[in-house]
Every structure is written in structure tokens, then in C-alpha cells.
């Protein structure tokens, strides 16, 4: 008998195998009995240990000396993808690094799972790279190709909101027109779909879909934003060097994002910040700045305000604790200060949906159901945006975190049976 298929949602955030068997949780435990595995590696400096997901950021925090990695899946489609990074002392691709990460993805959901995956379909954002179709072509041939040397002899792939549709169909009655609303750690993917039972049983789907879309935004640009606006300005960012010109922001805008903390850590870097030292206004906040370069703290601090964005989502402030920098420092942030922060990305995905919609020829009244997922689908200012574009809509929250995963296993069942 052929060997079964899995589905694999690489995510910026978090990634996720699944395997659809009749009365089983589509989901494989990755780590710890959980079925998420955060998208991180943490390469020791002291021994060759390399630790993956939680276990890795624990690491991190703990203070052990070594190189975390987060948000690898950014580093597709982008001009880093063909570069490296020193990592235990020697150079390493970063194709390496994404392979690293997925083999051990694929290694722990065959241990959970008691047997091998050679096939499976993986997730992909609807585009990798915004309006430009050869690049967004060479993300995805890239991954294909990763895949394929870890050990997965046939790859497929499905856009991920079409996958977290599939998920949502398999517990509906009748038929609904959805308005699938993904908005990861680093795309937000939309989709126009006819779902229902009749609808799940073809092997064709593509005259249910209505429209599909995107747009690069995801949760680690509402990090940025948030960082940027609140916590880079304690640290010098907004200040004047001693000629008056506004201190440089490069550094800044590395260190307010996951995928690029560590170019903050480079020698041409420390060469950079001497230079701010030196010539800085005011230098008390700057020599925080470089306190936090010292210590290669930049991934804690992302940790404080991610923390502090997921917090937002459901409280009326929260504060940003950099303790581990000075004693008190903070800042404390309302919702309504962090709607302000991100409006201008929550303009964009609501420009995206309502084109989506457009090219559809639906109405504001046509849709039944938005279904959203994603972790940062919780955002508050984001979810008033797409609900007023459909106010007839009733709103359904799926798994935030599985029902990519648990629908790419789905559509790798009726690929490959």
C-alpha cells in the first residue's frame, strides 16, 4: 500500500503536520503533546546542542550563550535566501537553516505518528512576494526543493487559506459563500469560497472559488510597528546626533523585526553604533541600546512586545516591561495607542479584501460567513475593519493555530488518497 500523505503548515509563527484518519485529531503532537512547533532553533555556542520550538526560546531566555533563529519562513522570496549567517562559528546558509528546521519537523511528526511521510502538501501564502509573480514563483520552488531534500518524494502545495477553508467545511450543513480571513506571522491571505457537504465531496474545486488575495502583512509587522513606535524611542530611535540630524534608524527598524534581529549583531553593525555613540545627543538612551546589543538581547526584547500586542487583543493596555535593560523601564501601551500604530497595515488588508471582493462581484451582503484564523487575526482594529466591509456576515473563529494544518491534511488525503 502507498504511504500515507501529511500536510505541512511551515508558518512564521508556529508550524503544524497534520494526517487525516477517520476519528483521529488531524493534528500530530510535535512537541510536548501540543500540535504547534514555534518556528525557532536555537544553535548553542558552548557544545554542538541545537534545541527547536519552545525548547529553543526557552534556551534564549534562559541566557544560555548561542544564535536563536525565528521566522525563517520570512526569508523566502526575499534577497537573504541565497545569503548565510555565522552560526557556532561558521558560516551556514540560510537554506540550511529552513532544511534544518523542516527535517526536524517531518522527523517529529513521523515519531508521533509511528511511520514515514514521503508525500505531502504543503501550505503556502497566497503570495510570497507582493506583485512580483518570478520571485513569488522562486519562494515557492525554493521551499519545494527544501522539501524534497529532507526527504518528501512528492510535494504539493495548496494556499493556506484555502486549506483553513477546507477545515471549516468539514463541519458545516449546508452552504455557505466564506470569506476566509488568514492572517499569519507574516502574509495575510484571504479567500472567497462556496463551501457546504456537496461541495467537499469534488475532486475539482477550483469553480467554488470566487477570489483569492494577499498581502505581506502579518503579525511580526504589527510586532514592528508596535516596537518602532513604543519601545525603539527609549532607546535612542527619534533622538538628534550633536549635528541635529535625526540618529539613523537602520539598526532600529533589525531589531523591531524577527527575521532580521541578528544583522544588528554584525561587525559592520558595532562599527554603526560606535559611530551613534559617539556623535549622540543623548547618550543615556543610546548606551541602553547598546546594552541590548551586548547581551543579544533583541529577541527577548521582541518577545516583551509580542507578548504585549497578544495582550492588546483582549485587554484595554498592557505594559512593555525592558527590566533586563534598567531597572523600571517601560512603557505602558492602550489599545487605542496600538490601533494607532498599526492602522496603516490594517488599511491595506482591508483595501486587499475589499478588491477581493470587488473582482468578485459580491456585495457587501452576498457573504454569509467570515471565518477567521491566524494568530493575528485576533487584533481587535482588524477585525472591526473586515466585519464593516460585511456587515451581514456572521464571524466564526477556527483553531488560530491548526486549521491550516488540519486542512492541508485533508486536501493530502483526496490528492493522494
Not at 535625526?246 to 544588528?264: E, F, K, M, R
Not at 547598546?290 to 518577545?303: P, S
Not at 496600538?338 to 492602522?343: E, K
Not at 470587488?358 to 457573504?367: L, S
Request: aromatic content about 8%.
Amino acid at each position: 500500500m502507498p504511504t500515507p500523505a501529511c500536510g505541512v503548515d511551515f508558518g512564521t509563527s508556529n508550524s503544524t503536520v497534520g494526517w487525516s484518519r477517520p476519528g483521529q485529531p488531524a493534528l500530530l503532537a510535535l512537541e510536548d503533546g501540543k500540535p504547534t512547533l514555534p518556528s525557532a532553533i536555537f544553535f548553542h555556542d558552548e557544545d554542538a546542542e541545537v534545541s527547536y520550538g519552545r525548547a529553543a526560546i526557552a534556551d534564549y531566555l534562559a541566557g544560555y550563550d548561542g544564535r536563536l533563529m525565528r521566522a525563517m519562513k520570512s526569508l523566502l522570496g526575499s534577497s537573504l535566501m541565497d545569503g548565510a549567517t555565522e552560526v557556532q562559528g561558521r558560516s551556514v546558509p540560510f537554506r540550511v537553516l529552513l532544511a534544518r528546521f523542516i527535517g526536524e519537523l517531518k522527523r517529529r511528526a513521523e515519531a508521533a505518528a509511528g511511520r514515514a511521510f514521503t508525500r505531502a502538501v504543503l501550505g503556502r501564502p497566497v503570495y510570497f512576494v507582493d506583485g512580483d509573480p518570478a520571485a513569488d514563483r522562486l519562494a515557492q520552488d525554493t521551499l519545494a526543493g527544501i522539501a524534497a531534500g529532507v526527504g518528501f518524494a512528492e510535494v504539493e502545495f495548496q494556499f493556506e487559506p484555502l486549506a483553513a477553508a477546507f477545515h471549516y467545511e468539514s463541519g458545516i450543513a449546508r452552504e455557505e459563500l466564506v470569506l476566509v480571513i488568514d492572517i499569519g506571522g507574516g502574509t495575510s491571505d484571504f479567500s472567497l469560497i462556496r463551501l457546504g457537504p456537496e461541495h467537499a465531496a469534488r475532486a475539482d474545486r477550483r469553480a467554488d472559488i470566487l477570489a483569492y488575495g494577499g498581502v505581506h502583512i502579518g503579525g511580526a509587522d504589527f510586532d514592528k510597528q508596535l516596537s518602532l513606535a513604543r519601545v525603539m524611542p527609549l532607546l535612542g530611535l527619534g533622538s538628534r546626533l550633536r549635528s541635529g540630524k535625526d540618529v539613523p534608524s537602520t539598526q532600529y527598524g533589525n531589531l523591531a523585526c524577527w527575521h532580521t534581529i541578528n544583522q544588528a549583531y554584525t561587525r559592520k553593525a558595532a562599527e554603526h553604533f560606535a559611530y551613534i555613540r559617539a556623535e549622540a545627543g543623548e547618550r543615556d538612551k543610546i548606551d541602553l541600546l547598546l546594552k541590548l546589543v551586548r547581551e543579544r538581547a533583541g529577541h527577548w526584547v521582541a518577545v516583551q512586545v509580542e507578548e504585549a500586542k497578544i495582550a492588546l487583543s483582549t485587554e484595554p493596555s498592557a505594559r512593555i516591561g525592558l527590566d533586563r535593560l534598567a531597572q523600571g523601564l517601560g512603557v505602558d501601551v492602550a489599545r487605542a495607542a496600538f490601533d494607532a500604530c498599526v492602522q496603516g497595515l490594517v488599511d491595506r488588508v482591508g483595501a486587499t479584501v475589499r478588491a477581493l471582493l470587488a473582482d468578485a462581484g459580491i456585495g457587501p451582503g452576498g457573504v454569509d460567513t467570515v471565518f477567521f484564523t491566524g494568530g493575528s487575526s485576533r487584533v481587535p482594529r482588524l477585525r472591526e475593519c473586515v466585519s464593516a466591509l460585511v456587515p451581514g456576515a456572521r464571524s466564526v473563529e477556527g483553531d488560530l493555530f491548526g486549521s491550516i494544518g488540519a486542512g492541508l491534511a485533508l486536501d493530502a488525503s483526496r490528492r493522494f488518497g
